[in-house]
């Protein structure tokens, strides 16, 4: 019996066709463009590839002065490890009468250097020779691979990582990761039923706390790449179907790379840290290729959520899912048992700095972003993978930071002030190069905000003395190192109709003085009268030609009535250290591209700005400010026997304390005072004078070797006179003056200068 379909159920019918035809029609458009996105959006990933930031590298070659004990300690900071043994790039071992080192393969700027096994030895005065192992062939010089110190990224992209190729990455890494997260990873097609099932299984039966997720590789790589993460089934389906769609073009290969160069590993500050390359440097301090197989379980287990497993803030959770890790490494055959006993022993070996951070030397970075900024496009800085080589010096750096971690609470303690009323900046520069190497912008050397050392315009106080009395010296028919210089007071009508009658710090008269014991002892009266008489314009033109822009034209200049920033101040200490010769301070020294091309040589800049001969006699008056002057403190720190120049500086009130000096090798520029600009209670030789001392004895900075230019004759003077002495007084030193200006009378006490047979001596000065 034929049943008769209802005209309405024909229709129902047709109509329910109909719908999954168009249904299957709009399904296949629909994965038709999905497809199609996915192919273009993976074919067109660019990857978000910051500026890599490099302090300078340690050269290496006997005689450097650098002990062996030294070398340890940098190759510590290097995340070079001690081991029995040389296993490996990145491990060094400690012989009876020698130091072995497995050195890292670096490409540098001037060409690349391959990994090596050295051997050094050296004394107390620094290495002695270095030898390749396993020859007796000696290096006249190498180099140690240098620290990564942070990364330039465009504001709007707070991306940061480093590129890795899934053949060069140790291969326990991406087995592990398969192992852990996506064991089915080469036999799927981009979503895991299995993997699915079980995910639903679990969580059916777990009441409450973390949920498994069912994600397979390609899955997460989806979802980070391309999508949110919005919590829906849409999102989910979406995700499944790109990943099936993804494993049809792309290779496991690719996906796997692309997986280990894209997975986020955490956070420091505004960065994220992206991939593996940049999490081993972030946490170890060392490549992929040195880390153990704890180190690679730490990593892995991470990825499960960065925020969770932050190994810096819940160790004991951390170190319990590192160890699941390494049982399922055991479990998967890729270690034996007995490693995973002696892995899970170990400690989780993260270093307590933020290696590679931005964070880590942020006043340093500040200055590099500065001095690349106009020469390269932002979104270049921060998506091309330019390597940046800087002039920084992890040694100076570290010692400038030690000294004003260690010093600002003393000095607060000193004058009973609250803990952290006090702040400073530092800058330390080489005299040879204008090289920045050392910078810190505030107490906590590692706050990212303010930074004092570039942005904070104090006045400069007793520091701009220096130039008046260039511009007095380099007058020889007028004044010397021994002019007498009247300190009597003095009252000028300013402009505006004021009257400015300066006094001296000690508000005391001394008399006549001569002109280096003026600067020495940093009188004000005897400055301002010199100034007044070479002019105003002279001193600012001089101020202007050692490197300080736009000082003004006011008397009250010659006191330092100039705001500046302790770089400007290292500029004009620099210029004065380099016997007059003006070097821009640099903190860049070469620019390479991802590939190891080279895109920029910052060059040596050198023009003599300033006077020769004056500046020789400018810097021998300075010695005396540390010899018996303002600064004479120093002495007890500085090594004995050694001659160092410099300069207190003291602002109205004691607001600002500021020290700038110099040796043979290096310039350091100190400030200490209140951010809120009130008094502090400290002058020059009370605050920041203790610190740079202290400072340049632990940089053990060569003392100055003055070495009198053409044109400078030297004269034995009577102190009490500043005439010419000879045998017949006692207590005669000898001065330096510009040839034509020595004293043409002798002293009274001078044999010379008494009728006899003595009287041809005169005519020598003459």
Not at 49 to 62: E, G, I
């Amino acid at each position: 019996m034929i049943r008769i379909i209802s005209p309405l159920l024909r229709w129902l019918i047709i109509g329910l066709a109909i719908a999954a035809s168009v249904g299957v029609v709009a399904l296949s458009l629909w994965l038709i463009q999905l497809d199609k996105e996915v192919r273009v959006r993976f074919a067109g990933v660019k990857w978000v590839l910051p500026a890599q930031v490099y302090a300078a590298p340690m050269d290496l070659y006997p005689g450097a002065p650098i002990t062996v004990p030294e070398l340890r300690r940098e190759l510590d900071r290097l995340g070079y490890r001690l081991s029995d043994e040389l296993s490996g790039p990145g491990t060094y071992q400690i012989a009876t009468d020698e130091l072995r080192v497995d050195v890292r393969a670096f490409s540098f700027w001037d060409g690349p250097q391959k990994e090596q096994r050295v051997a050094f030895r050296g004394d107390a005065s620094g290495l002695t020779t270095i030898r390749a192992m396993g020859s007796d062939q000696s290096i006249d010089l190498m180099r140690l691979d240098p620290m990564l110190i942070g990364s330039i990224y465009p504001s709007h992209s707070a991306e940061d990582r480093v590129l890795v190729k899934l053949d060069e990455v140790p291969p326990l890494l991406p087995a592990t990761l398969i192992q852990v997260e996506d064991r089915a990873f080469e036999e799927h097609y981009g979503v895991s039923l299995k993997g699915i099932l079980r995910a639903a299984v679990t969580n059916a039966f777990r009441d409450g706390g973390r949920k498994q997720g069912g994600s397979t590789i390609t899955q997460q790589l989806i979802k980070n790449l391309f999508l949110s993460n919005e919590q829906s089934y849409a999102r989910k389906i979406r995700e499944a179907l790109m990943a099936v769609l993804l494993e049809r073009h792309v290779s496991k290969h690719d996906i796997l790379e692309a997986y280990l160069n894209e997975v986020w590993l955490g956070q420091d500050g505004n960065r994220a840290i992206h991939g593996f390359g940049l999490a081993s440097q972030f946490y170890f301090n060392k490549p992929l290729n040195e880390l153990r197989p704890a180190e690679v379980a730490l990593l892995v287990g991470i990825a499960k959520g960065p925020t969770v497993y932050n190994p810096r803030k819940h160790p004991d959770r951390v170190r319990e899912r590192r160890d699941l890790v390494l049982k399922l490494m055991e479990e998967g055959g890729l270690i034996r048992a007995d490693e995973r006993e002696v892995e899970s022993l170990s400690p989780l070996g993260v270093q307590n700095g933020k290696a590679g951070g931005v964070e880590r030397y942020p006043a340093f970075i500040d200055l590099v972003r500065r001095q690349i900024k106009g020469l390269y496009r932002e979104e270049d800085l921060g998506s091309e993978g330019l390597r940046i080589f800087t002039t920084l010096d992890p040694r100076a750096q570290e010692r400038l930071e030690a000294r004003i971690v260690a010093d600002l609470p003393d000095l607060e303690k000193g004058r009973q002030l609250k803990a952290g009323t006090l702040q400073a900046a530092g800058v330390v520069t080489s005299v040879e190069g204008g090289e920045v190497l050392a910078m810190v912008g505030d107490r906590n050397v590692r706050f990212p905000g303010f930074n004092r050392a570039l942005d904070s315009q104090r006045p400069i106080g007793s520091l701009a003395k220096p130039f008046v009395y260039l511009a007095a010296l380099a007058d020889p028919g007028r004044y010397n190192l021994y002019s007498l210089i009247a300190d009597e007071p003095i009252e000028l009508r300013m402009p505006n109709g004021s009257r400015w009658a300066p006094k001296n710090y000690d508000r005391r008269l001394h008399g006549t003085v001569p002109l280096y014991a003026a600067l020495a002892k940093s009188y004000n009266l005897p400055t301002v009268r010199i100034g007044l008489d070479v002019g105003v314009d002279r001193v600012h033109d001089l101020l202007q030609a050692a490197g300080l822009q736009g000082p003004p034209r006011l008397p009250s200049m010659f006191l330092g009535a100039i705001n500046a920033s302790p770089l400007d101040v290292a500029q004009i200490y620099s210029t004065l250290a380099a016997n007059g010769y003006l070097t821009p301070l640099l903190a860049i020294r070469e620019v390479m591209t991802k590939e190891g091309q080279p895109l920029s040589r910052y060059s040596f800049q050198l023009k003599q700005t300033l006077p020769e001969g004056p500046v020789y006699l400018t810097n021998w008056a300075m010695q005396k400010v540390i010899e018996f002057g303002t600064a004479r403190w120093a002495v007890s720190v500085l090594p004995a026997g050694q001659q160092y120049a410099g300069k207190t500086g003291t602002t109205d009130d004691a607001r600002d304390s500021w020290f700038a000096g110099f040796g043979g090798d290096r310039v350091a520029v100190v400030w200490v005072g209140r951010d809120d600009n009130k008094p502090v209670g400290l002058d020059g030789a009370a605050g920041a004078l203790r610190i740079w001392g202290r400072l340049m004895r632990d940089l053990n900075a060569r003392g100055l070797d003055l070495t009198a230019p053409a044109g400078i004759v030297e004269a034995s003077i009577d102190p009490q006179s500043g005439l010419l002495a000879d045998n017949g007084c006692a207590g005669a030193i000898s001065v330096p003056f510009m040839a034509g200006a020595v004293p043409t009378s002798y002293a009274p006490c001078a044999d010379a200068g008494q009728s006899g047979p003595l009287d041809w001596l005169k005519d020598i000065f003459r």
